[in-house]
């Protein structure tokens, strides 16, 4: 396992577009799928084409314009599904099938009413068929999260021996904490006797808000491919987080790990998905929200006037956000106060800042923000004649 390039795997197509109100027409998902492309993902996943012809007419549209990521089509462990995915997938310059089956006894019992040995068959079976089509074929073990590791090594080893070139290892239900997460692909790793002959992958959900700490924590463990979405859509609470993942692993370059995604487009594709899809992207969201490079306590923003990196550890230019912002509260003190005027082209001393700031915080109190008309308003009165500032 000396290499460390972890490979990006983008399903804000598939899985992204399974969030309820996030259906996107065929131009819409072209013109995102190229966007994707742009940012520099290993692979995309453009959708699940037996699922509706609409699909189907999409994934082929995208393999066909897809240049330089591996397009990939999903489908289950059957064989009319396997075999629309390999005609949707054509004529992509990389293409892949992803296909799959459950491995949990919650799958194996409750969903299939089947056997372990079964569902083995029924795996091997659907990489074997896939294999006619293209070569690049990565398994699913749904619901591995929740798998017996012992018998998720055989099923690995299995679809291995059948062909598979990457293994997926998803955590379906969000339910694996991240050291348990771990231990499963580092089990993998040292229990699958052909495993130097495919990539495992994470695949996280984020029911428990873990989705991101896992995919990490799969990759210490052994993993070099992570499946995410852009701003973390996907089912209930979402997938792993793409642009998480990927500045985690950035700022962590003391391991090692590097991807090959182009961080500064990061904030105009999260923009561009928002927009796209109708799902707004909450404002504390880690790296592309509305506030992830803004400051409105006072102790905050005095240390970070003095020095960005005391309160920030990305720069906004790193992942294409419109910069750091000063947010003027009831919270804040005379350095973000003095900042502001100064920006707005003010020149005032301390003492002057000592006395607008009483007047300042009267305003801040009876308002969430101080904008900066209301700055205007406090200079012309103070000092008149700077009034044009």
Same mark, same amino acid.
Do not use: W
């Given at each position: 396992? @000396? ?26 998902? #072209? ?56 005609? =949707? ?56 999260? $929740? ?6 090594? $055989? ?12 293994? *997926? ?20 790793? *040292? ?7 495919? #990539? ?11 989705? +991101?700490? *896992? ?14 979405? #852009? ?29 090959? #995604?182009?961080?500064?487009?990061? *904030?105009?594709?999260? $923009? ?37 990196? +005391?309160?920030?550890?990305? +720069? ?13 509260? =009831? ?54 004649? +700077? @009034?044009?500032?």
């Amino acid at each position: 396992m @000396a290499d460390k390039r972890i490979y990006i795997f983008d399903t804000t197509l598939r899985d992204g577009e399974q969030v309820p109100g996030c259906k996107l027409n065929k131009k819409e998902k #072209i013109e995102l799928a190229l966007q994707i492309e742009a940012l520099g993902v290993d692979v995309l996943e453009a959708g699940f084409p037996i699922s509706s012809p609409g699909d189907f007419d999409s994934v082929s549209e995208i393999a066909s314009l897809v240049k330089n990521a591996t397009v990939c089509g999903l489908s289950r462990a059957v064989e009319k599904d396997i075999e629309v995915a390999a005609e =949707a997938i054509k004529h992509a310059v990389r293409p892949r099938i992803h296909t799959g089956i459950g491995t949990s006894d919650y799958h194996i019992k409750a969903k299939f009413n089947a056997t372990q040995e079964e569902v083995l068959e029924r795996a091997v079976k659907a990489v074997r068929h896939a294999k006619k089509f293209v070569e690049d074929i990565e398994f699913y073990a749904e619901d591995a999260g $929740r798998t017996d590791n012992e018998y998720l090594a $055989r099923v690995v080893e299995a679809v291995i021996a059948a062909g598979a070139t990457v293994v *997926n290892i998803p955590d379906t239900t969000g339910y694996c904490l991240p050291h348990q997460y771990q231990e499963k692909m580092a089990y993998l790793i *040292n229990n699958v006797s052909n495993i130097d002959k495919a #990539i495992l992958s994470c695949h996280c959900h984020n029911d428990l808000g873990l989705a +991101t700490a *896992n995919s990490i924590a799969g990759v210490i463990g052994g993993a070099r491919q992570i499946e995410c979405t #852009i701003n973390g859509l996907g089912e209930r609470a979402g997938n792993t987080s793409l642009e998480e993942v990927v500045m985690v692993l950035k700022q962590h370059a003391y391991m090692g790990y590097y991807t090959n #995604i182009k961080t500064e487009q990061l *904030n105009p594709i999260s $923009r561009s998905v928002s927009e796209t899809m109708r799902m707004p992207v909450q404002p504390n969201k880690a790296i592309v929200g509305s506030n992830a490079f803004s400051h409105s306590s006072g102790i905050h923003q005095d240390g970070f006037l003095k020095d960005s990196q +005391t309160y920030e550890i990305i +720069t906004p230019e790193s992942v294409g956000a419109d910069g750091s912002k000063i947010v003027l509260t =009831a919270r804040s003190g005379r350095s973000a106060l003095a900042h502001r005027f100064q920006k707005l082209g003010y020149q005032f001393t301390r003492n002057d800042i000592d006395i607008l700031y009483k007047k300042f915080l009267e305003v801040a109190d009876s308002k969430k923000e101080v904008m900066e008309d209301d700055l205007h308003a406090m200079a012309k009165v103070y000092v008149p004649e +700077t @009034a044009t500032a």
